[in-house]
T-cell receptor
Framework: AQSVTQPDIHITVSEGASLELRCNYS??????LFWYVQSPGQGLQLLLK??????LVQGIKGFEAEFKRSQSSFNLRKPSVHWSDAAEYFC????????????FGGGTRLMVKP | DTAVSQTPKYLVTQMGNDKSIKCEQN?????MYWYKQDSKKFLKIMFS???????INETVPNRFSPKSPDKAHLNLHINSLELGDSAVYFC????????????FGSGTRLTVV
């Protein structure tokens, strides 16, 4: 079965600094990979997704992620963080023929210092 | 106009009670889901319905019974509530099976006392 690990439970960065959130997955074939963001009291919003093709994917709000098959990773990056980026970030993996089921990582809480 | 709406947003109830959470989507999507987010923010799928037909039932206790009267609605009924049922429950939808573009509702925070 597939699984997702987000090694960092909390990350604090200064506003304007760069950001990288780590995500590692376990799955035998190429998975479908996603990053979602959850603001307090809100549902999850899709930031970006990878299905195939170019391993560097661009998303909304200035985020990007890079799929590295050799490292089973799909890390999320942003060159300059804004205070409004403070939220919980979830990496997820989907597999074919699994009824659209997404398996989520445990999440990383991002805090932004002024 | 909210795409995926859940009611109620907050629900506080006593152990042993029966309660329902409603979900409606106005996106014309075929597939709907219930996910449970526990106190540690861990998200796990409970059910998936495609066009009113149950697709996924992930080892959820029988006390949880989803009901889909039409493809725009997926309600969750919980019998004999237990303390461990306290969590945030998210409804989501996607255009069809095989399409992973989920739209999530804003969640229902259930507290069992």
């Amino acid at each position: 079965a597939q699984s997702v690990t987000q090694p960092d439970i909390h990350i604090t960065v200064s506003e304007g600094a760069s950001l990288e959130l780590r995500c590692n997955y376990s799955y035998g074939a190429t998975p479908y990979l996603f990053w979602y963001v959850q603001s307090p009291g809100q549902g999850l919003q899709l930031l970006l997704k990878y299905f195939s093709g170019d391993t560097l994917v661009q998303g909304i709000k200035g985020f990007e992620a890079e799929f590295k098959r050799s490292q089973s990773s799909f890390n999320l990056r942003k060159p300059s963080v804004h205070w409004s980026d403070a939220a919980e970030y979830f990496c997820a993996v989907g597999v074919e023929n699994a009824g659209n089921m997404l398996t989520f990582g445990g999440g990383t809480r991002l805090m932004v210092k002024p | 106009d909210t795409a995926v709406s859940q009611t109620p947003k907050y629900l506080v109830t006593q152990m042993g009670n029966d309660k329902s959470i409603k979900c409606e989507q106005n996106l014309g999507h075929d597939t709907m889901y219930w996910y449970k987010q526990d106190s540690k923010k861990f998200l796990k799928i409970m059910f998936s319905y495609n066009n009113k037909e149950l697709i996924i039932n992930e080892t959820v206790p029988n006390r949880f019974s989803p009901k889909s009267p039409d493809k725009a609605h997926l309600n969750l009924h919980i019998n004999s509530l237990e303390l461990g049922d306290s969590a945030v429950y998210f409804c989501a939808s996607s255009p069809r099976t095989g399409h992973y573009g989920y739209t999530f509702g804003s969640g229902t925070r259930l507290t069992v006392v």
